[in-house]
């Protein structure tokens, strides 16, 4: 079946600009979450949500940034005022639930380059 | 979520079993060891996890000590394929009711490097 899915796979935007970064998780997954990877680092959380609710948002780090997931399944990572030091590949991952025992499926990234 | 701490490369001939150490000394009870891997360019893959007793499946095994400070990810044959960084993880696994614990975030550290080589 198909994995999880990211678009765009690349995006390229100039300092202060709004941009939108949307996750597909895998059909009948309830949890999907969030994270950023700066190169050479390891993945950092951002936020997830349990179903259509974010249950936990500590990860954001400042008010520009957002992430709906209105119906339970698509969910939109939103940055404004997009600055240079939001470069960085963003990922998102599923899971059946939140429970312990289910491991997060990550889909590809998406590369944001801010100008 | 307790704190790793993994050497940051390591080198394997292929065809040789690869033995990746992980600490995790302040580990509390009611934390799971993880571990993913990275190939390059990819998102993170989940490979297996244990919370006292050893582990195996398909990908690997996990050595746990007994007293869960350290744990080793053995992979009995590696090829070159498992190229790749390799993350230790602990994770809370379960709600709680105190607030302010997130469950369900993993939390990566740098990882280890592990380069498998012909």
């Known amino acids: 079946g198909a994995g999880v899915s990211q678009t765009p796979s690349n995006k390229v935007t100039e300092k202060g600009k709004y941009v939108e970064l949307r996750c597909d998780p895998i059909?009948?997954?309830?949890?999907l979450y969030w994270y950023r990877q700066s190169l050479g680092q390891g993945p950092e959380f951002l936020i997830y949500f349990q179903g259509t609710g974010a249950a936990d948002d500590s990860g954001l780090p400042n008010d520009r940034f957002f992430a709906v997931r209105p119906e339970g399944s698509v969910s939109t990572l939103k940055i404004q005022r997009t600055e240079r030091g939001d470069s960085a590949v963003y990922l998102c991952?599923?899971?059946?639930?939140?429970?312990?025992?289910?491991?997060?499926?990550f889909g590809p990234g998406t590369r944001l380059t801010v100008l | 979520d307790a704190k790793t701490t993994q050497p940051p490369s390591m080198d394997c001939a292929e065809g040789r079993a690869a033995n990746l150490p992980c600490n995790h000394s302040?580990?509390?009870?009611?934390?799971?060891v993880y571990w993913y891997r990275q190939i390059h360019s990819q998102g993170p893959q989940y490979i297996i996890h244990g919370l006292k007793n050893n582990e195996t499946n398909e990908m690997a095994s996990l050595i746990i000590t007994e007293d869960r400070k350290s744990s080793t990810l053995i992979l009995p044959h590696a090829t070159l394929r498992d190229t790749a960084v390799y993350y230790c993880i602990v994770r809370v696994g379960f709600l709680t009711n105190a607030g302010g614990t997130s469950y369900g975030k993993l939390t990566f550290g740098q990882g280890t490097i592990l380069t498998v080589h012909p």
């Open positions: 302040t580990i509390s009870g009611n934390e799971y």
């Open positions: 059909s009948g997954h309830t949890a």
């Open positions: 991952a599923s899971s059946l639930t939140v429970r312990e025992a289910n491991e997060q499926f």
